[in-house]
């Protein structure tokens, strides 16, 4: 089955302590991108890559870093995490810039 | 930078009705993508229809449909004969056909269904 996998699906941390949420997909896409959600904001995006070693920062990149070493695999890390991290998590891929992107389906993260 | 305003944070709808969902969208490009995310309680997010800027046509799913409307930057989502499995959270987005770098989201709009 064709699809975006994140892993946890839920986390619970305290403050400072470093962790990666894995994104893999199974399509060969090029496209990879790191959204997150909070109500009332919509999705945002926090960094994306458009192929492997090539990574970018989107609206909200701040506290957080990412990698592209190989295609299938985009993980989100948070070195050092802060309550205001505490949202709704969403990898999503495509084949090439003009065509949807297929989301993941979701890591909620709660950070204390 | 291109933003996207839904102006609706909560609609309803009496089950086998029609309800609109409004979006407008603010860019300078002429050649774009927009979009409309349905996200049920499960979280997940699941396209409902997609349009090509270049396109006059309205796009059309089954039930979906859009009023697209260019030069007014106007997106709206219409659902035909609604159902129960309809309630959720929609989403208005737009992607560059220029940059293709990201989806720009509105904030959303919650649909409820009444039986």
């Known amino acids: 089955e064709a699809q975006v996998t994140q892993n946890p699906r839920y986390l619970i941390t305290v403050t400072g302590k470093k962790l990666t949420v894995t994104c893999s997909q199974n399509?060969?896409?090029?496209?990879m991108s790191w959204y997150r959600q909070d109500p009332g904001l919509g999705l945002r995006q926090i960094y994306y890559?458009?192929?492997?070693?090539?990574?970018d920062k989107g609206d909200v990149p701040e506290g957080y870093k990412v990698s592209r070493k190989e295609k299938r695999n985009f993980p989100l890390i948070l070195e050092s995490p802060s309550p205001n991290q505490t949202s709704l998590y969403f990898c999503?891929?495509?084949?090439?810039?003009?065509?949807?992107?297929?989301f993941g389906p979701g890591t909620r993260l709660t950070v204390t | 930078a291109q933003t996207v305003t839904q102006s609706q944070p909560e609609m309803s709808v009496q089950e086998a009705e029609t309800v609109t969902l409004s979006c407008t969208y603010d860019?300078?490009?002429?050649?774009?993508?927009l979009f409309w995310y349905k996200q049920p309680p499960s979280r997940q997010m699941i396209l409902v229809i997609r349009?090509?800027?270049?396109?006059?046509q309205n796009a059309t799913e089954n039930r979906f449909s859009v009023n697209f409307q260019k030069a007014a930057k106007s997106f709206s989502l219409k659902i035909s004969d609604s159902q129960l499995g309809d309630a959720a959270m929609y989403f208005c987005?737009?992607?560059?056909?220029?940059?293709?770098?990201?989806?720009?989201f509105g904030a959303g709009t919650i649909l409820r269904v009444k039986s």
């Open positions: 399509m060969n896409h090029e496209y």
């Open positions: 987005a737009y992607r560059s056909a220029i940059s293709g770098n990201k989806l720009v």
């Open positions: 860019t300078s490009e002429s050649d774009y993508y």
């Open positions: 999503a891929s495509s084949l090439a810039r003009r065509t949807e992107l297929i």
């Open positions: 349009q090509e800027a270049y396109k006059q």
């Open positions: 890559s458009m192929n492997v070693e090539v990574t």
